[in-house]
């Protein structure tokens, strides 16, 4: 293309371009020119009253009138805003106050319950202290501590500074518990031992049922035929005769015959050296050489040999020391009160 050409095109743009911006702004200058005029007008308003009162007027332009408008829109906008905004936080400051009230409130049961628990732990600790000291365990010290498992309160006293006190007591309850899995197990074990040593001891009643009165006790007395004083060596046990006679521990049968003294007796012997004989039956169903086992019925009561009525004579020994029977019954029923001044029974 020739320059002249390029030149001529050029100027063309350049005028077409000039004139479309002058046409433009004379457009934008006859708006704010209309706009401008039209915010000059005046509107009058006129307050008239009911009564006779002089009629109140005011003039405003539209400028002023547009600017009270959007001034009130926005201040109505942001009152409403404000207020849905208050009432919102407002109701979430009351949900918090209740649950704070209700957390504060758990808190506090939470705290009696930590109170219990504190004073429990260090009954249990004094009475497993007890225990222990009765089976002959020694003192209860922590595991790998070699020392006495402190209480919940000394923990506490150790606990860091601005700690929780109810962590704490927690802490110390917990380390009280953790350490007592041990000598638990021990006493546990020594409860398994001892509850073996009684199916094999004399610790049965030994009547089959809550029978019996007790007429006569073990020591010396009075016997009811000579009048003179002897060691009754057991005790009687006075009821109608035909009453199921058992056995008061795990054992063999040794004796079973017929004395002018005793009548029919049975004797066992146990383990641990305890022997039992019981006498004055009116039968027996074992036989010398029969295991026979705690509770199991040996013979029924009577009134053979020397007696003055149905009764049971029962004797302990251990070794070949007579022992009070009373010291190892382990159960004695409500009908078995003693009748110091009986003579039921030799």
Do not use: C
Request: glycine share 10%; hydrophobic share 40%; proline share 4%.
């Amino acid at each position: 293309m020739p320059v002249t050409q390029y030149k001529k095109a050029e100027k063309e743009f350049a005028d077409r371009l000039g004139s479309w911006l002058r046409r433009v702004w004379s457009s934008l200058l006859a708006f704010f020119r209309l706009v401008v005029q039209k915010g000059r007008q005046r509107f009058t308003v006129m307050l008239i009253p009911h009564s006779e009162k002089k009629i109140f007027n005011f003039q405003i332009s539209f400028f002023t009138l547009v600017f009270v408008t959007f001034t009130l829109s926005v201040v109505l906008v942001g009152f409403v805003v404000l207020a849905t905004h208050f009432t919102t936080t407002n109701e979430q400051y009351t949900q918090a106050d209740r649950r704070s009230q209700e957390y504060a409130a758990t808190l506090s049961s939470f705290k009696d319950e930590i109170a219990i628990i504190r004073k429990l732990s260090k009954s249990f600790k004094t009475n497993m202290d007890g225990v222990l000291g009765t089976i002959g365990s020694g003192a209860w010290t922590a595991s790998g501590q070699g020392g006495p498992i402190p209480a919940a309160s000394e923990v506490i006293e150790e606990a860091a500074a601005g700690e929780l006190r109810e962590i704490s007591e927690l802490r110390g309850i917990s380390s009280l518990i953790r350490n007592s899995i041990e000598p638990l197990s021990e006493i546990r074990s020594v409860l398994e031992t001892y509850q073996d040593w009684v199916d094999d001891a004399p610790t049965l009643w030994p009547l089959k049922g809550p029978y019996g009165n007790i007429t006569t006790l073990f020591g010396w007395t009075i016997h009811p035929f000579t009048g003179q004083g002897y060691l009754h060596t057991g005790v009687d046990i006075a009821w109608p005769a035909g009453v199921p006679v058992v056995t008061t521990a795990n054992g063999k049968v040794t004796q079973v015959g017929y004395s002018s003294q005793l009548g029919n007796y049975v004797q066992v012997n146990h383990k641990h050296g305890f022997v039992t004989k019981y006498a004055h039956l009116s039968a027996s169903i074992v036989g010398i050489g029969q295991e026979v086992s705690r509770g199991t019925v040996i013979g029924y009561l009577g009134n053979t040999g020397l007696s003055t009525g149905p009764h049971l004579h029962y004797e302990v020994r251990l070794g070949i020391d007579y022992q009070d029977p009373m010291v190892y019954m382990q159960i004695k029923p409500a009908l078995a009160a003693v009748k110091r001044d009986g003579r039921n029974g030799q």
